[in-house]
């Protein structure tokens, strides 16, 4: 395939995932006057858990939307789908949990693919 197509297909992965995850993550912005009523699903307290949810679901999907330090941020992206996925559905049927692990896939895909050329990871080369 064509390199042109496969940094195309890098941003569109990039820009949908992430823009689709920012959905998810910028209403819990709201719970930061209110933490406690966040879940704890990894024992750490309701504040921190929102926090990494936070950084998982709006800081890294920024950065990776807009292609910088790409395959840092698609690590805590992937990690917070993670436990989405295998703690807090883990008791619920496949189709609960279906969104978590194609988030999940995608995020590795771009952890090891990149952001590629269209990208300010990819400015620099």
Do not use: Q, W
């Amino acid at each position: 395939m064509n390199k042109n197509f496969n940094d195309l297909a890098l941003l569109l992965l990039r820009v949908g995932f992430g823009g689709l995850m920012l959905t998810h993550g910028i209403p819990k912005l709201s719970m930061l006057s209110n933490p406690s009523e966040f879940g704890d699903p990894i024992g750490v307290g309701p504040t921190i858990s929102l926090i990494l949810a936070l950084i998982g679901e709006v800081v890294a999907p920024a950065l990776i939307i807009i292609g910088f330090k790409t395959k840092l941020a698609a690590i805590p992206a992937a990690i917070t789908m993670f436990v989405a996925a295998f703690v807090v559905h883990i008791n619920d049927p496949i189709g609960t949990k279906e969104k978590a692990l194609m988030y999940l896939c995608a995020f590795v895909v771009i952890g090891l693919a990149g952001a590629g050329k269209f990208s300010v990871d990819g400015m620099k080369k």
